[in-house]
T-cell receptor, first 114, second 115 residues
C-alpha cells in the first residue's frame, strides 16, 4: 500500500516568487492536512481539507492557500515567498476526519527561499 | 489554548540503556487525544501511538511503553534497551475535540543512541 506522496522533495525558489506543493494521500483517505516545520517555530498546522472543503485553518497569512481535488490529492500554494517561508512542509492524510482516525505523514517537501 | 511541552531538547544514551522522553500538555478540553511521533533523518513523521483522554491505561508495545497521567498532565514515553535505530527526533502532540486534524506539537526531543 503506497504511503503519502509529496512532490517535489526539494525546491529552491527566489523571494517574491510563488510555489505549489503537491500531496497524494493514501488511497481511500479523504482528509489531508498540511504542516510547516521550521527550526524556530517547530511544527505548525497550516490547514486541513476534507472532501474538497477546507475544514480547519491554522494561523498563517493569506499567502498560504490550498485546495483539494475530487481524487483527494491536495496542493498548497505560497505566494510572494519570503525568506522565512523556508521550511519542511509536511502533508498528512487520514481515512476520515475526526479523532478516531490516525494521520499518516509524507516525507515532506523541503522549500528553500533565497 | 492548548500547549505541549517537551523540556528535553536532546538526550544521548548508550545502546541498551533505557530512556524516558517527557511530555507535559495543557488543554481546557475534557476530551482530547495525545500522540507520539518519531521523525528520522528522512523527515517523515512516523506515528507511534494515539491515546484518548479517557484511557489512562499504560501501554506497552515491544520496547516502547507509554505512561499517561492526567493528574500531572503528562504523557511520557520510555524506550527500553535502546538501539541505534531509535536515534531520531520524537514529538509529542495533542489534538482537541472538534479540531482533531489540528495537532499541536511539542518542540521535540532529539534522541541520540550510540554504541
Amino acid at each position: 500500500k503506497a504511503g503519502v506522496t509529496q512532490t517535489p522533495r526539494y525546491l529552491i525558489k527566489t523571494r517574491g516568487q510563488q510555489v505549489t506543493l503537491s500531496c497524494s494521500p493514501i488511497s481511500g483517505h479523504r482528509s489531508v492536512s498540511w504542516y510547516q516545520q521550521t527550526p524556530g517555530q517547530g511544527l505548525q498546522f497550516l490547514f486541513e481539507y476534507f472532501s474538497e472543503t477546507q475544514r480547519n485553518k491554522g494561523n498563517f497569512p493569506g499567502r498560504f492557500s490550498g485546495r483539494q481535488f475530487s481524487n483527494s490529492r491536495s496542493e498548497m500554494n505560497v505566494s510572494t515567498l519570503e525568506l522565512g517561508d523556508s521550511a519542511l512542509y509536511l502533508c498528512a492524510s487520514s481515512l476520515e476526519q475526526g479523532e478516531n482516525y490516525g494521520y499518516t505523514f509524507g516525507s515532506g517537501t523541503r522549500l528553500t527561499v533565497v | 489554548a492548548q500547549k505541549v511541552t517537551q523540556a528535553q531538547t536532546e538526550i544521548s544514551v548508550v545502546e541498551k540503556e533505557d530512556v524516558t522522553l517527557d511530555c507535559v500538555y495543557e488543554t481546557r478540553d475534557t476530551t482530547y487525544y495525545l500522540f507520539w511521533y518519531k521523525q528520522p533523518p528522512s523527515g517523515e513523521l512516523v506515528f507511534l501511538i494515539r491515546r484518548n483522554s479517557f484511557d489512562e491505561q499504560n501501554e506497552i508495545s515491544g520496547r516502547y511503553s507509554w505512561n499517561f497521567q492526567k493528574s500531572t498532565s503528562s504523557f511520557n514515553f520510555t524506550i527500553t534497551a535502546s538501539q541505534v535505530v531509535d536515534s531520531a527526533v520524537y514529538f509529542c502532540a495533542l489534538s482537541e475535540t472538534g479540531t482533531a486534524s489540528k495537532l499541536t506539537f511539542g518542540t521535540g526531543t532529539r534522541l541520540q543512541v550510540t554504541l
